[in-house]
């Protein structure tokens, strides 16, 4: 079955970095469109930033632009996103995602419901 499981959370102060991973299995990673979605307190999921199939091409929500890096490997299967310039508005769950269907363009990225998402690792931006 599918699987992925984030890491690379925790706690770190405004202005500071993290950089979160995700382990994929069960699925031909390689064929899918890869995204992170969060979910701050209180809010509903948000689209954080999606990677093209083969990793050329990216996709970042304005409010992360500039700050997030996403990263895949399709030989080892790990998905990661490195956030440099972290702000209290950062903080949230982080969830690492494919799209529920292969061969999804980054051109026309599916909504969150059209993802499956992992169980998520928390981000807390604080001093």
């Known amino acids: 079955q599918v699987q992925l499981v984030e890491s690379g959370g925790g706690l770190v102060q405004p202005g500071g970095s993290l950089r979160l991973s995700c382990a994929a299995d069960?699925?031909?990673?390689?064929?899918?469109?890869m995204t992170w979605v969060r979910q701050a307190p209180g809010k509903g999921l948000e689209w954080v930033s999606s990677?093209?199939?083969?990793?050329?091409?990216?996709k970042y929500a304005d409010f992360v632009k500039g700050r997030f890096t996403i990263s895949r490997d399709n030989v080892k299967k790990t998905l990661s996103l490195q956030m440099d310039s972290l702000e209290s508005e950062d903080t949230a769950v982080y969830y690492c995602?494919?799209?529920?269907?292969?061969?999804?363009?980054?051109?026309?990225?599916?909504?969150?419901?059209?993802?499956?998402r992992g169980q998520g690792t928390q981000v807390t931006v604080s001093a």
């Open positions: 995602a494919k799209t529920k269907s292969p061969y999804r363009s980054i051109l026309k990225i599916p909504s969150v419901d059209d993802h499956d």
């Open positions: 069960g699925f031909p990673f390689k064929d899918y469109l």
């Open positions: 990677i093209a199939l083969d990793g050329l091409a990216t």
